[in-house]
């Protein structure tokens, strides 16, 4: 069966929240279509003489709140659809969190595994190049995403000043510190997305000791693991694109962690009790489940045997909205993806900040801003959530919405 389309999705998702809401049917139409859209063929020299040519893709959704902003990602399913909906979800997660951007999404149809470190370098400078004039850091600023990483971001940043003759580190977010990067930035997305697990935790009065399985121990997903773990919640399942472990007693992501980078993959890790597939991660027996891989994990399908009382979605659109309802009718709360995940993109705005001032935070100053900020965006969804008898997701999108559809009116674009 075809994966359902992730656009498709996320316009279900504003659907529901517009018609709560009585959202102006002038902004309703403004975001059903993305601002601007480019597809074009990157050519690459390959080590062995030969040209390959890649298809690249930039999606700017919407700027009525400012620049656009969102991450580039390399993986060999990426397409135009996959994009979009991304920065369909962009645009949401800034204005959830409020911070005056706007939505975009990139991304490149390759295996990065399969290049060397200097055909994936002549890659990311031929992205940039294609884009140079329709990017920078008042129009649309980049970021890493699946399988970019700061080094290609900061190839990405050189060729865009050698093009426009010019230091402009706040092009592109996600740089090595020693290129205008931000403390903390490496572990934003996971540090914000355990700010709003504690929110829910004291909202559902899990106690101490709570459960939790994640599905993607990449990035994201491992950061989560170790920062719980610390908090004093006991990971049970971990798992990574060629399978998953599970542990009843609890995992120490730390050795999971080490064990993947020495394997290759989390699996046969002598943490574990068992292997799991990552279909069987998602029905584990949990307080809480993260998904923290792709899209389109939760379905229809799968939803009726999900035993978590929670689930904080890391990934971006894991859940469609058939498992959706599902899940709602089963009462499972879950925290959406456009505020669970968005501790990476309002880091990337601090560090676009701090490009601006040519002034630098420590990591203590950058998460003492990212806190508060993860903690009132949860606690306005849930208001918005219990005062419209929705579930969460409905709820951060009416919260979203209202913010782009008063700067659209404020502009008398809608």
């Avoid at 996600?174 to 572990?187: A, F, I």
């Avoid at 693991?225 to 120490?252: F, M, P, Q, R, T």
């Amino acid at each position: 069966m075809a994966n359902p389309n992730p656009f498709k999705s996320g316009l279900q998702q504003l659907a529901k929240a517009a018609e709560l809401m009585d959202l102006n049917e002038g902004v309703h139409a403004r975001l059903k279509l993305p601002k601007f859209e480019m597809q074009f063929g990157i050519p690459v020299k390959m080590d062995d003489g030969s040209v390959k040519v890649f298809q690249g893709y930039r999606v700017q959704y919407d700027n009525s709140r400012g620049p656009n902003k969102g991450g580039i990602r390399f993986h060999p399913k990426v397409n135009i659809a996959e994009v979009r909906a991304l920065a369909f979800w962009m645009t949401f997660k800034c204005a959830v969190v409020g911070i005056p951007l706007g939505g975009g999404k990139g991304g490149v149809i390759v295996n990065p595994k399969e290049l060397s470190e200097g055909e994936l370098e002549r890659l990311a400078r031929g992205y940039m190049r294609k884009l140079a004039h329709n990017v920078g850091p008042h129009r649309d600023v980049p970021a890493p995403d699946v399988y970019t990483t700061p080094q290609i971001m900061a190839w990405m940043m050189d060729e865009y000043e050698t093009i426009k003759g010019m230091h402009a580190p706040g092009m592109i977010t996600g740089k090595p510190l020693s290129v205008g990067g931000s403390e903390g930035r490496g572990y934003s997305t996971a540090q914000g997305g355990v700010y709003v697990t504690l929110e829910l935790a004291k909202k559902m009065k899990l106690k101490k000791g709570a459960k939790v399985a994640i599905q993607g121990y990449g990035n994201a997903g491992a950061y989560m693991a170790k920062i719980l773990h610390k908090k004093g919640y006991k990971i049970v399942a971990v798992s990574d694109s060629k399978g998953g472990i599970y542990n009843e007693k609890g995992l120490d992501p730390v050795k999971v962690e080490k064990y993947k980078m020495q394997n290759g993959s989390v699996v046969n890790c002598p943490e574990s009790a068992k292997s799991l597939t990552n279909e069987q991660i998602l029905k584990v027996e949990c307080d809480i489940l993260v998904p923290a891989a792709l899209e389109n994990v939760i379905t229809k399908d799968n939803a009726g045997r999900i035993k978590a009382k929670a689930i904080v979605e890391l990934a971006n659109g894991p859940t469609t909205p058939e498992a959706d309802a599902k899940l709602h009718k089963k009462g499972i709360v879950v925290v959406p993806d456009i505020l669970a995940n968005a501790g990476g993109v309002t880091v990337s705005y601090y560090e676009q900040v701090q490009n601006s001032y040519n002034h630098y935070w420590t990591e203590k100053e950058v998460l003492a801003k990212l806190e508060p900020t993860m903690v009132d965006s949860f606690n306005a969804v849930w208001r918005a959530m219990e005062k419209h008898e929705c579930d969460m997701r409905t709820g951060a999108y009416i919260v979203a919405t209202d913010r782009i559809a008063e700067a659209m009116m404020a502009r008398g674009e809608a």
